[in-house]
């Protein structure tokens, strides 16, 4: 039995080792499939990180598939049941680092164009790839070089779907439309440091800041939206003291996060959270850090293509969706505005015997192609 060209293709991505920041050839490889194609490629590198950006055609509108070649490190080997970079099926499964999150994806992608293309070879419109290898590492040097790179020519996104695996528990029941934002701040609380026999003559801060934080913890931020749940405010870490049972700590530390909703606004937040502090009298230093703003796209065009190849493909209704972490459309949203994600069961990404059912691979590119059809003809 003859391998289909995707299975084949997701093998041979997989089994080169790119942990992130490496691309170790990938795109290379995928220049190679869509030159013939009429792709324009071109490699955009920067601090390391490998990027490509290739575009079919000069018109609008333009539909772009984008993704990342890096993958995470493996953990221990010896934990593995088959080596993580040697694609391997077994039990209906194909194993290998990257083979959910997400090498599958992009082979069906790319697989998807050609088919298109050789069928469709005079479509309306433009496609494009925007492919990284830094989405799963500090993401600085990659899609958002990329899109600032567009941003200043002046091309314009119409539609961009992410291959990133947002299906549950089978092919198609959820695609993501949007994707909260995460915020971040260190709260360093002051105090005096002293003997813990004379309180009098100390200051603890952990004392201190105990009803604030209480009150940051139970504030309601917001009320979420159609889309999304209500913003979430969770301490991660807190630290004090010298490690003695009898010295008051001179200061205490707490990392804190959001996880916010298009329902709240940065500065909004970190007002609001000053306001609080400064209510309780405390003596602080707040150190805030963005890793990602929220991003929405309402139900539209490009939900409703990408769910009617679905449903076509698999008779699966899909799921919108704004649950999970940050991802690169992100970035992609500040300059295309209908952006969602699709691909396949996300169970096994990041861990030890990383997988896909083999069923799925080529309905996940034929979704792909129709979703070109349902935009593109």
Known sequence: MTMSKTLALTEELIALSSVTPQDNGCQARLIELLEPLGFVCETIASGGVTNLWARRGTTQPLLVFAG???VVPTGPLDQWTSPPFEPTQRDGKLYGRGAADMKTSIAAMV???E?????HA??????GFLITSDEEGPATDGTVIVCNALKERGEQLDYCVVGEPTSSQMLGDMIKNGRRGSMSGRLVVKGIQGHIAYPQLARNPIHQCAPALAELTAEKWDDGNE???PTSFQVSNMHAGTGAS???PGEVVIDFNFRFCTASTVEGLQQRVHAILDKHGLEYDLKWSISGHPF???KGSLSDAIGDAIRSETGVETELSTTGGTSDGRFIARICPQVVEFGPPNGSIHKIDEHIEVRFIDPLKNIYRRTMENLLL
Do not use: C, M, R, W
């Open 122 to 127: 005079d479509h309306k419109g433009s496609i």
């Open 68 to 70: 990342h070649t890096d």
């Open 296 to 298: 929405l796209t309402p």
């Open 227 to 229: 889309y999304y749940l």
């Open 111 to 113: 697989v998807a164009a």
């Open 246 to 248: 009898n010295v008051i």
């Open 115 to 119: 088919e298109f293309v050789q069928a």
